[in-house]
């Protein structure tokens, strides 16, 4: 079965750092480029990062002003995403999602997707 | 960044209704428009992607059209499970940027 389970999330106090993994099983994790994307409570969908099977193209929401790093280790079938200098409008369920390409490559949607990891950034 | 609209941003309807949610992108993005359905407590899940192609194991009571900048998800005869939020995203360019939302509810 395709999986993606997201962990690390928690309570973290205002300024700290916190890092979410996500762990893909089913499928050739190598092979998919991964996203992050994060919804605030009670809100909609936002992107927050984008790394391709290689870690060689990598993007991120403008918004998170260079706060967040994103990484994968393919030998771990594993996604990470470090955050820091958090602040409360960071608080929100973070999903990892697979990035299925279409369009002779150039195009992508998000056709896996974890149960996401709840982030809590509070004192 | 290109901004999506949706809308109504909720709406109420009863089974076997017809149902249409609009999208709008603020600049044209073809058709790289993909819908997703979220249920309370869980993940999104694909629908529709490139507006008009059905993902694999979904209703076909769902469908999708429209291209340039105007965009359209339809659910045929409304189910008791489609009762969700749905999100219009377009994957044209960096960064990808979602709808606000349509909060599809009982009537």
């Known amino acids: 079965e395709v999986q993606l389970v997201e962990s690390g999330g928690g309570l973290v106090q205002p300024g700290g750092s916190r890092r979410l993994s996500c762990a893909a099983s089913g499928f050739t994790f190598s092979s998919y480029s991964m996203n992050w994307v994060r919804q605030a409570p009670g809100k909609g969908l936002e992107w927050v990062s984008y790394?391709?099977?290689?870690?060689?193209?990598?993007y991120y929401a403008d918004s998170l002003k260079g706060r967040f790093t994103i990484s994968r280790d393919n030998a771990k079938n594993s996604l990470y995403l470090h955050m820091n200098s958090l602040s409360a409008e960071d608080t929100a369920m973070y999903y990892c999602a697979r990035a299925w390409y279409y369009d002779l490559g150039n195009f992508y949607y998000m056709d896996v997707w974890g149960k996401g990891t709840t982030v809590t950034v509070s004192s | 960044d290109i901004q999506m609209t949706q809308s109504p941003s909720s709406l109420s309807a009863s089974i076997k209704d017809r149902v249409t949610i609009t999208c709008r992108a603020s600049?044209?993005?073809?058709?790289?428009l993909n819908w997703y359905q979220q249920k309370p407590g869980q993940a999104p899940k694909l629908l529709i992607y490139?507006?008009?192609s059905l993902q694999s194991g979904v209703s076909s009571r769902f469908s999708g059209s429209g291209s340039g900048t105007d965009f359209t998800l339809t659910i045929s005869s409304l189910q008791p499970e489609d009762f969700a939020t749905y999100y219009c995203q377009q994957s044209y360019n960096s960064p990808l940027t979602f709808g606000g939302g349509t909060k599809v509810e009982i009537k």
């Open positions: 790394i391709s099977s290689s870690s060689r193209t990598i």
């Open positions: 490139a507006a008009s």
């Open positions: 600049q044209s993005i073809s058709r790289y």
